[in-house]
């Protein structure tokens, strides 16, 4: 059974870098595209970005020229970057897996507990 | 992008009466594939997102019978047959055509 495990730091300050690893287990990162999601304290979801092994990234339009998403395969990690950081970007952040099978498209099918990144000085 | 609009926001239900969610987006999410990329998910408090329903219609493994999706276009409904105490949360629509992913605003279920 596939599980999702994100980490890094809690405390991140305004202006510098967030950094998040989502470590797979039980699967491979080598095949299915993996997700960041995000929610603000009190607030809905909001996509991030995803990829897939193959390289390929794709970006919520509203954070793409501050976020990376990049994979360590030796690892079994994919990890976050979210740059310039404000308080606005103080959320839970999940990682989650999607999963193409028999001809379905299951998104976000699994799901990390989620780590609280607060920005603030 | 495509806009998610979910209704109501807020839901109060009595046990084994039955609960209706609508969505709808800005633009059709039938795909070119000829399928339509519009899931369901339930965040019961202090939990993660579950996947309830994929495209459309179909229940995720797992998830009970009472749980029931559809629509096509731009519509969608997820209705639960009978409500009981475990089905507290909230429950957002989510759409995935070309992968490029929005949420609706999201419906909290609460239980009189």
């Known amino acids: 059974q596939v599980q999702l495990q994100e980490s890094g730091p809690r405390l991140v300050k305004p202006s510098e870098t967030l950094s998040l690893t989502c470590t797979v287990s039980g699967g491979s990162i080598r095949s299915h595209y993996w997700s960041w999601i995000r929610q603000p304290p009190g607030k809905g979801l909001e996509w991030i970005g995803s990829f897939d092994y193959s390289g390929s990234t794709i970006y919520n339009p509203s954070l793409k020229s501050r976020v990376t998403i990049s994979a360590d395969t030796s690892k079994n990690q994919f990890s976050l970057s979210v740059r310039s950081v404000t308080a606005a970007d103080t959320s839970m952040y999940y990682c989650a897996r999607d999963f193409y099978e028999g001809g379905y498209y299951y998104a976000m099918d699994v799901w990390g507990q989620g780590t609280t990144v607060t920005v603030s000085s | 992008d495509i806009v998610m609009t979910q209704t109501p926001l807020s839901l109060s239900v009595t046990p084994g009466q039955p609960a209706s969610i609508s969505c709808k987006s800005s633009?059709?999410?039938?795909?070119?594939?000829?399928?339509?990329?519009l899931y369901w998910y339930l965040q019961r408090p202090g939990q993660s997102p579950q996947l309830l329903i994929y495209?459309?219609?179909n229940r995720f493994s797992g998830v009970s019978d009472r749980f029931s999706g559809s629509g096509s276009g731009t519509d969608f409904t997820l209705k639960i047959s009978r409500v009981e105490a475990e089905d507290v949360g909230v429950y957002y629509c989510m759409q995935g055509i070309h992968l490029l992913y929005t949420f609706g605003q999201g419906t909290k279920l609460e239980i009189k």
């Open positions: 495209e459309v219609s």
């Open positions: 633009q059709s999410l039938l795909h070119s594939d000829g399928k339509t990329y």
